[in-house]
């Protein structure tokens, strides 16, 4: 069932989804004095150009438009580096919530590696991957053409471009559907009259971006729900 519905988040000119938040000051600041990057956190001087804050400690990443290996640096809580990972590659970086795994793509496999005890899985699949539950990881396979979750292998016809977790349920998103996974079936709840092209979750909601093009004609829907009865329509471009 769709809706028309007010909104606060929109559609910006390339069809991706706008929140109208507060914009707020990131806790650190970074300085690149020749090429080294300095992250500086309170009292707290770490390595790299991008930080996160984690559970017991931080993390840092540098990555440099060049040869050399990117890195990955692991902080205790009192700053203290207790890592490096080097790799060719970081691409689409994931942390686990509580911040217990990282997982990243390097261009030719997955690196799925725990924190605590570093301990590393070379998963082999596609860029798509994700951490769901408690610290669970999910991950498409373009090789089997599986999802591979919990041990289970789920056969999927359609390329999952995200997987994401809303409500405490397991959402599959392809070029055609969002898929719920339950136990080893992918049951649809939204068929895209066009394609899927962006998804968000705001305050408990599911926001999700719908592209239609007719001819030479772009047109890009904005969508919200939060359990796929109703759906309601929030915003649409105008085409491009």
Not at 2 to 25: A, C, M, P, R, Y
Request: glycine share 4%; aromatic share 16%.
């Amino acid at each position: 069932m769709f809706t028309f519905d007010g909104f606060s988040q929109h559609l910006n000119k390339i069809g991706k989804i706008e929140v109208d938040d507060i914009s707020s000051l990131k806790p650190y600041y970074l300085e690149n004095k020749n090429n080294t990057y300095k992250i500086y956190y309170d009292s707290l001087v770490f390595d790299g150009n991008t930080w996160y804050d984690i559970e017991n400690g931080f993390l840092t990443t540098l990555e440099l438009a060049d040869n050399k290996k990117d890195k990955i640096f692991r902080y205790d809580n009192k700053g203290q580096l207790k890592a490096t990972i080097l790799s060719d590659r970081i691409i689409n970086l994931k942390i686990s919530k509580q911040g217990n795994f990282i997982a990243w793509y390097n261009s030719e496999n997955i690196i799925l590696i725990n924190l605590n005890s570093f301990a590393v899985d070379t998963l082999q699949g596609s860029f798509v991957y994700s951490f769901v539950g408690n610290e669970k990881f999910i991950y498409y396979n373009s090789n089997d053409k599986n999802i591979h979750y919990e041990n289970r292998q789920i056969p999927v016809d359609d390329f999952p471009v995200q997987f994401v977790e809303f409500d405490h349920k397991i959402l599959v998103c392809t070029k055609n559907h969002i898929y719920e996974l339950k136990q080893n079936n992918l049951v649809s709840r939204h068929e895209f009259n066009g394609t899927f092209f962006d998804l968000r979750i705001v305050n408990d909601e599911l926001f999700f971006v719908e592209r239609r093009e007719k001819r030479k004609d772009i047109e890009y829907r904005l969508y919200k729900t939060k359990d796929f009865n109703q759906i309601y329509l929030v915003d649409k471009s105008d085409s491009y």
